[in-house]
């Protein structure tokens, strides 16, 4: 936060000198495996605190394979399990770069079902559903998942987290609010696609309504993003009451803010929350710092990057705030916005590998 350093980073801004490598880049990167490896991964290890407790994600991506790739290489660890899910509509050097990715990284692989993914349509709870679904299946017996997207970033090392989670005692990390003024987006039918079975920009909303929830869930939102234990996800993927849930918020808008929001509170799922319970807002799930532009001023400090559809993708005067918070991992961040933030976020977090790995310190 010093004022000049702050100044050096608008001035960088605001030439916009900066242009990230192409996804091409990222192809060519992975076309000799054991050098990419030895670049970025090869070095990366954990203790033997960290590898007795083995986390899987699943990544839904769409965009951007460098920024991808840094991503991955920031939260990369040899013992966990990581689902690559890209959208059917991504380029073609997107895909080939991820498939690169997965080619080259051991335990990162391309989910075994692909979505073209709608905005706010089922399709986007399904990526993650079908990486859930394979990481289930790989031989890793990790405790938690975590899902994230091509513009999240860690603020927090692997061991850290661990620590946190363990924590955690086999509760879920979900936000989970009452519906207030959502009840429309299940209270209706939605279309998906038109007549000629084109999918619509994002689902229609229309005057058709849809049946109570089955099994009498009462209904909770919440965001698409999730920390859940393994034995929840087991629940997920094998109870009846999950599978008819899913069948039924098919055709509802933006069903992943629903959906874990909801099921976390259903009666004897795996680290239940009970229905009577608080609300669990944004600022008390630790998974994900996202600024809302109607939240700044009042519980976080205005957005100094630029805002996209009321979101900040962050700039380098709140380095110090976001690494302060709490939070595990930080949305949204863009190297095109500040390129000097991740760059940051990078360096501290190998700092901080580093000195866990050469201490002694509580975490072994």
């Known amino acids: 936060m010093e004022p000049v350093e702050l100044g050096k980073t608008l001035a960088i801004r605001k030439e916009k000198t900066y242009v990230g490598p192409p996804d091409e880049a990222v192809v060519n990167a992975t076309t000799d495996c054991e050098q990419f490896v030895s670049q970025g991964y090869g070095a990366i290890q954990g203790s033997e605190f960290e590898r007795e407790f083995p986390l899987a994600y699943s990544l839904v991506v769409h965009k951007d394979a460098a920024l991808v790739e840094r991503m991955l290489r920031a939260v990369y660890m040899p013992h966990n399990i990581y689902c690559i899910h890209y959208d059917l509509k991504s380029s073609d050097d997107f895909i080939s770069a991820v498939k690169g990715l997965a080619r080259c990284i051991p335990n990162v692989f391309i989910a075994s079902k692909l979505e073209r993914v709608q905005y706010a349509g089922i399709s986007r709870l399904k990526a993650d559903l079908n990486c859930l679904s394979d990481l289930l299946d790989s031989e890793v017996k990790w405790k938690y998942v975590i899902n994230l997207c091509g513009q999240d970033f860690p603020l927090r090392t692997n061991a850290e987290l661990v620590s946190d989670l363990k924590e955690l005692k086999g ?3 979900v936000e989970s609010k009452w519906p207030r003024g959502k009840q429309w987006r299940w209270t209706y039918h ?7 079975s084109e999918y619509y920009g994002s689902p229609v909303t229309t005057s058709e309504m849809k049946s109570s929830p089955p099994h009498n869930i009462a209904m909770f939102v919440g965001s698409a993003y999730f920390t859940l234990s393994r034995e929840f996800v087991v629940f997920v993927n094998q109870s009846s009451k999950a599978r008819d849930f899913l069948a039924w918020s098919e055709d509802t808008y933006s069903p992943d803010e629903h959906f874990w929001a909801t099921l976390i509170r259903v009666p004897g ?9 608080p609300e669990i ?6 998974t994900r710092l996202v600024k809302w532009w109607s939240l700044e001023e009042r519980l976080y400090p205005p957005c100094t990057g630029v805002r996209v559809r009321d979101v900040c993708i962050y700039g380098a005067a709140e380095l110090r705030w976001l690494l302060n918070y709490g939070h595990w991992f930080a949305n949204k ?11 940051c976020l990078e360096e501290k977090l190998a700092e901080k590998r580093l000195f866990l790995l050469n201490s002694h310190s509580g975490y072994y």
């Open 269 to 277: 799922a795996p680290g239940e929350v009970p229905s009577s319970d």
């Open 171 to 173: 509760k879920n990390m």
């Open 281 to 286: 807002s944004e600022t008390v799930t630790k």
């Open 333 to 343: 961040v863009d190297p095109k916005v500040d390129p000097i933030l991740v760059e």
């Open 190 to 196: 939605h279309l998906l696609k038109d007549n000629n």
